[in-house]
């Protein structure tokens, strides 16, 4: 727990977008290793296989039925939001770290999935492809993609804020 929790948390959050669903879902991950403890000896790459895990519990709770009348409900809070942000949420979403989260958050799960997994915990294609359980070649095509994907979200983004220049394109 101590080694993968919170990477895990964070992994699951990049799927939910909702911190507490994300130590939910890493807590029941962790149950789950407990409960089969006794079949690790069967389990090659405990890191692949704890990964994989999670995500697939992350994905089960994006199709709950409860999840999507969360994400249903929150959509109509939108129409409660002030138009003006608040200085504070300007200057939040003026950083480059923030635009880039955004927009990694923003890209469809096939994408995202190998952009946090090669990028933030920086696995390899070979990792990668065996915990989502693709093709190698798969995998790079994914992440050429959600590259180009992702400059495309940075630079439209930039425009919408006057074009000012930004290290990540």
Request: aromatic content about 12%.
């Amino acid at each position: 727990m101590d080694e993968y929790g919170e990477r895990l948390t964070k992994v699951a959050y990049n799927y939910l977008k909702d911190w507490s669903l994300a130590e939910d879902v890493v807590q029941d991950v962790f149950i789950t290793c407990y409960k089969q403890y006794g079949k690790l000896d069967e389990v090659t790459y405990f890191k692949s296989w704890i990964y994989r895990i999670t995500i697939n519990k992350c994905k089960d709770t994006l199709k709950s039925s409860y999840m999507k009348k969360v994400i249903f409900d929150s959509n109509l809070f939108r129409f409660f939001i002030a138009k003006e942000p608040t200085p504070e949420m300007t200057l939040i979403h003026q950083s480059d770290e923030e635009l880039l989260s955004i927009s990694v958050l923003s890209l469809t799960v096939k994408f995202r999935e190998v952009i946090i997994l090669y990028y933030y915990e920086e696995l390899s294609i070979e990792e990668i492809s065996s915990i989502l359980a693709l093709n190698k070649n798969t995998i790079k095509t994914r992440l050429s993609r959600g590259r180009a994907r992702l400059k495309e979200l940075i630079e439209r983004s930039e425009q919408e804020d006057g074009g000012k220049a930004n290290k990540f394109t």
